[in-house]
């Protein structure tokens, strides 16, 4: 809840209620978790005095009597809305096809580029297997089992 609509509620209630303001501000405070769809803006002294001048069923307004006449008040007073229109098509020529020049200038930037971008690749030796002998095996199983008993 914003300090705005805290004190528009409480404006509100000594309108509505000026023999027990603090009590209709109170129970009216619970109001504003339903006005969260209205903008700050519809907030004013003009939609105040429309609301408050409202007929009322009861001492203290209930919700529909501030919610109705406020969002009335602001579908007529809210600022123009205004429609974009829609973007004009564009009619395209057809695109000549890239000359000899521009397809090189086009390859040595891309090449410039990958050349800062891309990791450079040093040639590897092959990965070779190294059997080991069979003696070698036999203990290296043997330590294998005795770690897993």
Do not use: C
């Not at 300090?3 to 000026?18: D, G, V, Y």
């Not at 129970?27 to 007929?55: C, E, I, K, N, W």
């Amino acid at each position: 809840m914003t300090e705005h609509r805290a004190s528009w509620i409480a404006a509100l209630a000594k309108l509505t209620t000026p023999h027990d303001a603090e009590r209709a501000a109170a129970a009216m405070m619970a109001y504003v978790t339903f006005m969260g769809d209205l903008p700050d803006q519809a907030f004013t002294l003009a939609s105040m005095r429309h609301v408050a001048m409202q007929d009322r069923r009861m001492m203290i307004p209930d919700l529909r009597e501030v919610l109705t006449p406020l969002e009335a008040w602001w579908r007529e007073n809210r600022p123009a809305r205004t429609a974009l229109s829609a973007p004009v098509a564009k009619h395209e020529q057809p695109r000549a096809e890239p000359t000899l020049a521009e397809r090189e200038a086009v390859a040595r930037t891309m090449r410039t580029y990958l050349g800062q971008v891309a990791p450079v690749v040093t040639e590897r030796a092959p990965v070779r297997a190294h059997p080991a002998p069979p003696t070698v095996l036999a203990e290296a199983r043997a330590r294998l089992a005795r770690g897993n008993e």
